[in-house]
């Protein structure tokens, strides 16, 4: 998983967790996850910004040759 996600994933946590609890954190997140996945244009929304992420954030990058040496 890039980064990004990582910095993301546990920034959002840890605002949760000082503002609201670490059970009602988990009990949120569960619920979030178990609803997205219940709801397929949810489901959808996620896939799309995943996609719009990955095409823009993450291209693959080309390999730069040196200059010959002589």
Known sequence: MPKCAWLLIAALTLILHH???V???VAFLLNAVLWIAATPAALIAVAA???WHLLNAHTPHTRRRAPART
């Open 19 to 21: 503002t609201i609890g």
């Open 23 to 25: 059970a009602a954190t």
């Open 49 to 51: 910004l995943a996609a």
